[in-house]
């Protein structure tokens, strides 16, 4: 059973940064993708950015391109965010699934989530 633990979020002026953490312990090999997604409040729950461990492609959601990254460091994947905005306020959750699929569907979607972390709170203030 995969387990994931997050850390990291808080809150931050506009145009500041923060950074993301989630441990996953549970993984073997590396056929696997993680991801970050983030729900507002009255929001549906969003995809932000997802990584496939066998490679490190990345994929990221319109709205965060050029501000976030996302990288891995063996079973645990990190969110820089910078530039961050008022409208990047939301519960951030990490996410991960038991295949690769994330490479063929160009990101991480919701449905195909096997596991998820307990969230952290992101808030950003103008």
């Known amino acids: 059973q995969v387990q994931l633990v997050e850390s990291g979020g808080g809150s931050v002026q506009a145009g500041g940064s923060l950074r993301l953490s989630c441990a996953a312990s549970g993984y073997t090999g590396s056929n696997y993708c993680m991801g970050w997604f983030r729900q507002a409040p009255g929001k549906e729950r969003e995809g932000v950015a997802s990584?496939?461990?066998?490679?490190?492609s990345t994929f990221y959601g319109d709205s965060v391109k050029g501000r976030f990254a996302i990288s891995q460091d063996n079973s645990n994947v990190y969110l820089q965010m910078n530039s961050l905005k008022p409208e990047d306020t939301a519960m951030y959750y990490c996410a991960a699934t038991d295949g690769g699929g994330c490479v063929w569907t160009g990101g991480l979607r919701r449905a195909d989530v096997n596991y998820w972390g307990q969230g952290t709170q992101v808030t950003v203030s103008s």
């Open positions: 990584i496939y461990a066998g490679s490190s």
